[in-house]
């Protein structure tokens, strides 16, 4: 019978909250702005973590922002040491989330069309 709550998931998202916390207080990279840690996804020997996260700002901020992360990583490997009782701490791997930004474009688009239909129904009544 399979496990409903495995172990790389319970360390993927104690991973989350702490990088969370540490990047939040301790990081001091002026390229790391703010950012939101939108999910980890540990392998299944927690060896690799794939940290997900999100900013809001234009390109060349989002690439200082991940460069910046990137940079830390051993730093905030150690902090995860720290604070989590791992034998082995994964090694951080920092991706951009897009899904944000693409889930507020197609929002901003949707309100777009809704407004250009009510537009247009107005235009077919007055006449």
Avoid: C, N, W
């Avoid at 701490?89 to 989330?97: E, R, S």
């Amino acid at each position: 019978m399979p496990r409903d709550f495995p172990r790389s998931r319970r360390i993927a998202e104690q991973v989350q909250r702490e990088l969370s916390d540490i990047i939040r207080l301790e990081l001091k990279d002026p390229r790391v702005g703010m950012i939101t840690i939108v999910d980890v996804e540990v392998s299944t020997d927690q060896s690799h973590a794939r940290v997900y996260f999100t900013s809001l700002g234009d390109q060349a901020g989002i690439d200082d922002a991940t460069a910046g992360l990137q940079h830390a990583a051993g730093f905030l490997r150690s902090q995860l040491a720290h604070r989590m009782k791992l034998r082995i701490v994964p090694q951080l791997q920092f991706k951009y989330d897009e899904s944000v930004a693409r889930g507020m474009r197609i929002s901003q688009l949707i309100d777009a069309a809704v407004a250009q239909d009510v537009a247009r129904s107005r235009k077919k009544k007055k006449k």
